[in-house]
Nanobody
Framework: QVQLVESGGGLVQPGGSLRLSCAAS????????MYWVRQAPGKEVEWVSR????????GYTNSVKGRFTVSRDNSKSMLYLQMNDLKAEDTAVYFC???????????RGQGTQVTVSP
């Protein structure tokens, strides 16, 4: 079955950086668009970034453009999110997701907490 395991979250000061990783298994990783999404307390799941199977196409929500960079290593079935210049409003649980149906918890990992605070 689909298994996605995120790591790399933590507590960071505003302006700091984190790199999230997602280890994927149980499906043909190199044939799927992959997504990073996040959920802040009391809010809906929000799409953050996406990347095509061959990494040629990447997309970002407006609030993270220029600060976040998505990448993948298909040889290792790994997905990454480099987050720079973090802001308090980036505080959330971050999930990686297989495909666009990221609202389905079965297609997401367990998440990793990112907290941006002085």
């Amino acid at each position: 079955q689909v298994q996605l395991v995120e790591s790399g979250g933590g507590l960071v000061q505003p302006g700091g950086s984190l790199r999230l990783s997602c280890a994927a298994s149980g499906f043909a990783f190199d044939t799927w668009w992959m997504y990073w999404v996040r959920q802040a307390p009391g809010k809906e799941v929000e799409w953050v970034s996406r990347i095509s199977p061959g990494s040629r196409q990447k997309g970002y929500t407006n609030s993270v453009k220029g600060r976040f960079t998505v990448s993948r290593d298909n040889s290792k079935s790994m997905l990454y999110l480099q987050m720079n210049d973090l802001k308090a409003e980036d505080t959330a649980v971050y999930f990686c997701a297989k495909g666009a149906n990221y609202h389905d918890p079965l297609l997401r990992g367990q998440g990793t907490q990112v907290t941006v605070s002085p």
